[in-house]
């Protein structure tokens, strides 16, 4: 069974707005390692719309060339998204509908490296539902003062146990972890 990772950018005080964080060039590498430990990534509409609208190719604008390695591993990526308001999708995606729980757990049963999720409320019902296996916070050094937050809502307390932690020269730290099970 492939695993279901899931990775966010957070501020010290919580939020996970991502224009609260400027993510820097060991930020994008550390990001793009992580979509190539997956064969799929698992997004909800929003963060979808979001995610093609920056980094698809036909995206116009200026980047550095240091965010290139990041957008070839996104865009080639096989993608999953999890919506009942879109009629379809593009950019190597696929719509999944129905019961949330039965069509990940059939994704993770297709043998493969893993699936990678991503956003704020997709992952609040995937850990609802006990399907994540392993959860990345790279927290950034800055107070954001306003902003959505993790896990607002969450049913019951969900215990993890640290596995690996990684500091970049940003003063961000990487911290995975698993649930205890």
């Known amino acids: 069974m492939r695993p279901l990772r899931y990775s966010i950018n ?11 964080m400027v993510p820097d060039e060991d930020m994008h590498r550390h990001a793009a390692e992580n979509l190539k430990r997956a064969d799929a ?16 190719p036909a995206w116009t604008g200026e980047m550095p060339d240091w965010i290139e390695p990041f957008l070839r591993t996104i865009d080639a ?3 999953y998204v999890v919506s009942s ?26 043998s493969g490296k893993g699936l990678f999720v991503g956003g704020v ?13 392993e959860y990345e916070f790279v927290v950034h050094p800055r107070l954001a003062g306003h ?16 596995v690996s932690r990684l500091e970049f020269g940003s003063g961000a730290v990487a911290m995975r ?3 205890r099970r």
């Open 41 to 56: 990534l698992l997004f909800g509409r929003v963060t979808y719309e979001m995610m093609a609208a920056a980094f698809r």
């Open 10 to 20: 957070v501020t010290l005080d919580g939020c996970c707005d991502h224009r609260a």
């Open 77 to 79: 990526a096989r993608k």
């Open 121 to 133: 409320k997709l992952p609040l019902a995937l850990a609802e539902l006990g399907l994540i296996d």
């Open 177 to 179: 972890y698993e649930p």
């Open 147 to 162: 902003g959505p937050t993790l896990f607002a809502g969450l049913s019951k307390r969900v215990d993890l146990k640290l």
């Open 85 to 110: 308001t879109l009629d379809r999708v593009d950019w190597n995606a696929e719509l999944v509908r129905g019961d949330l729980g039965a069509a990940v757990q059939q994704l993770k049963r297709e």
